[in-house]
């Protein structure tokens, strides 16, 4: 690879990485904002479960769903910009919400544009890393940007932004990270060329995946891992 290729490749995972990082911000504000939300809007804890779940089915469908059409379009960049403007717009709307429908909207809305970011920026990694430092590459995308700001700095500021303006205005704060974020991944991230498949080369179907061993076992961790976090982020800052 060329000079310019190993900056590349250095720069892409870290800015992909900051990407998903404010994004995991923006999810997780709804959480560690709640203690100032529920008195106001008079959320139960079923409301409080629905709002959770609501955005985790709708982040789960978008990842599917929007994966497909990258892979038949060979389009990436542009999702992951147009992810990155409408999750920082449904932060503000979370800010403008006024009841409970308004707020389960936002959410909804909020996990079909958030769903579809980590997939496409592995499959962006994927093509444009060598395949000697994929690994942390993707380790770079998917954690490090996520964990320091959203399970490190976002218990912390949001808090901090919400006793000083308010909840509504600590949502706004948290919007504006986001834009700037799809700014720099449209002009500094170019669309990777995806390789043309040769004759001799199969692409496997997801049944052919999913019979690889390995494949269960991650799978099923990570399907428990993420319920307990998804569970715990909801309802751990209500009860500490």
């Not at 960049?77 to 920082?88: E, M, Q």
């Not at 700095?153 to 932004?161: C, Q």
Request: hydrophobic share 55%; glycine share 10%; aromatic share 12%.
């Amino acid at each position: 690879m060329t000079k310019t290729s190993d900056r590349y490749a250095v720069l892409l995972p870290l800015l992909l990485g900051l990407n998903f990082g404010i994004l995991f911000f923006d999810r997780n504000a709804l959480n560690f904002l709640m203690p100032f939300i529920q008195p106001e809007l008079k959320l139960s804890f079923t409301q409080i479960g629905l709002l959770s779940s609501a955005m985790a089915f709708t982040w789960a469908a978008s990842g599917f769903i929007i994966g497909r059409v990258s892979e038949r379009t060979g389009r990436k960049k542009i999702f992951i910009v147009a992810a990155g403007l409408a999750f920082s717009a449904c932060s503000f709307l979370s800010g403008l919400a006024g009841s409970f429908l308004a707020l389960l909207g936002a959410r909804l809305l909020m996990g079909a544009a958030e769903g579809m970011v980590l997939p496409l920026s592995h499959a962006i990694v994927a093509l444009e890393v060598p395949a000697e430092r994929r690994g942390l590459a993707m380790g770079v995308t998917q954690n490090l940007g996520s964990c320091f700001f959203g399970a490190f700095l976002a218990p912390i500021l949001l808090p901090m932004f919400a006793l000083a303006f308010g909840w509504r205005g600590a949502f706004y704060i948290a919007g504006v990270p986001g834009l700037i974020l799809a700014v720099l991944i449209w002009i500094y991230v170019r669309e990777p060329e995806v390789p043309a498949v040769r004759e001799h080369e199969e692409i496997l179907g997801l049944g052919q995946i999913m019979a690889n061993r390995n494949m269960i076992i991650c799978t099923g961790m990570a399907i428990l891992m993420v319920s307990y976090l998804v569970i715990a982020n909801t309802f751990l800052p209500l009860y500490l």
